[in-house]
């Protein structure tokens, strides 16, 4: 069916804002304040595009049952969010978090009424890749330049990074790079190189959630499988990937991971700070405020001002036990087992495979407001959306091999 000639203008700005968005995403950061400036406002153009081509404006606000599902708990989630500010131990920081989360949740709420085709979406998630793999480079470099990996903080031209953040991306970059596969075979052992070097980067932030994501992904990968063929295709390739990576931490001189187990269990500065113990604290502190918790954008100041405790959750479960109670850390879960519960095409499957190193990311870290929690649940929404007359050839795209 030939698609009327504004339809396709609208279509096509759609397509670049994404891609632009999935390219940038990764490397933000690193490209200084004022493009963290024109990012943002690249996310408003980005989630009008998204109000006007979604159904809203067009008059269809009827959705079917199988787009409805998936909503629901995003909107209820949207709506406990805004009402929480209402009761929150610190208005200032919860406002902060209603302006990045309410536009990150409508995006996606918007996005399960699009009807993308899969062109779109591939050329999103190539986009995506190649921010993550730039993302890579740079952090390679920086750490050899440095000739150590350090996990706290990484130099990049003189400025200091948060490299728990960057393992974020990097897991999810990874995790799409195992799963995608291009027709020719050529670009997929290009794909399996920078998989390798997402991986060298990942090792090298040090960062303890990176790499347990890194494994996890790995690992979801090969149970969502489409047969036994090709899950031995892709434990192969699982072991020649292994094989690789170790050549390249020996081209890199990296000599990582003798003290991580020791920094996770114990309290190396004596503030408090340490997961375990903070995570212990949050507990604690939800058990008081159990049904609806302290309110958005609070937890910090709950763990600061009760406990003593010098950083945050460091986990965005306990963020939302906290900020929102049982109730809101129950629509947040909703929101996952929805997203992960749904089969719909290949670029669905992909979507859960970095839902789920966001997630194990997410357990060491408190990703609340951050793009690395909604980005991935983002991507899903796209890829539910491709349109039923263009559908995924599961066994031409499989995954993982």
């Known amino acids: 069916m030939a698609i009327p000639m504004r339809n396709r203008v ?19 950061t690193f490209l200084g304040t004022a493009f963290e400036t024109v990012f943002r406002y690249m996310q408003y153009l980005l989630a009008l595009v998204l109000l006007i081509e979604g159904s809203i404006l067009k008059g269809r ?21 805004v009402v929480s500010i209402l009761w929150s131990r610190d208005t200032a920081v919860g406002l902060n978090y209603l302006k990045s989360n309410v536009l990150r949740l409508l995006m996606i709420i918007l996005a399960f009424q ?47 990074f948060d490299t728990n953040n960057l393992s974020g991306y990097l897991v999810m970059g990874f995790a799409v790079l195992l799963n995608f596969r291009f027709d020719k075979k050529t670009w997929n052992v290009i794909r399996y190189i920078c998989c390798g070097v997402c991986a060298l980067a990942v090792l090298m932030t040090g960062s303890r959630g990176g790499i347990v994501a890194a494994i996890g992904a790995v ?9 036994l063929k090709s899950t031995a295709k892709y434990l192969v390739t699982v ?16 000599r990582y991971v003798s003290n991580v187990i020791d920094r996770f269990l114990n309290d190396t500065n004596g503030s408090g700070g340490e997961r375990l113990i903070v995570w212990g604290y949050s507990l604690r502190a939800a058990l008081l405020r159990p049904l609806l918790g302290y309110g958005i954008g609070s937890s ?9 405790s010098s950083i945050g959750t460091h986990n965005v479960f306990l ?33 859960k495979v970095m839902i789920v190193a966001s997630m194990l990311v997410s357990l060491f870290l408190d990703t609340y407001n951050k793009k690395i929690l909604w980005l991935p649940l983002l991507f899903y929404a796209l890829a539910f959306s491709i349109r039923p007359e263009d559908p995924d050839e599961v066994d031409h795209e499989s995954t993982g091999s």
């Not at 609208?10 to 933000?28: D, G, H, K, N, R």
């Not at 599902?69 to 949207?78: D, I």
């Not at 879960?333 to 290949?346: E, F, G, I, M, V």
Request: net charge positive.
């Open 10 to 28: 609208s279509v096509t700005v759609l397509s670049v804002l994404l891609m632009a968005y999935a390219f940038f995403s990764p490397i933000e």
């Open 219 to 227: 690992l979801f990968t090969g149970l969502i499988q489409k047969n």
């Open 239 to 254: 072991v020649v990937g292994v094989v690789v990576l170790l050549f390249l931490m020996r081209w890199a001189g990296v």
């Open 114 to 160: 699009l009807n993308l085709s899969k062109d779109t979406i591939r050329k999103m998630l190539i986009a995506f890749m190649l921010g993550t793999v730039v993302l890579a480079f740079m952090v390679t470099q920086s750490s050899i330049t440095a000739s150590t990996a350090v996990r706290t903080s990484l130099l990049y031209r003189d400025e200091a």
């Open 300 to 308: 910090f100041i709950v763990l600061h001002q009760d406990y003593g």
């Open 319 to 351: 963020t939302f036990l906290l900020d929102g109670g049982v109730v809101g850390l129950g629509l947040f879960l909703s929101c996952l087992y929805r997203s992960l519960r749904a089969k719909r095409n290949a670029y669905t499957d992909m979507a």
């Open 61 to 81: 606000l009827s959705m079917t049952d199988e787009r409805k599902s998936p909503v629901v708990p995003y909107l209820l989630l949207l709506v406990f969010s």
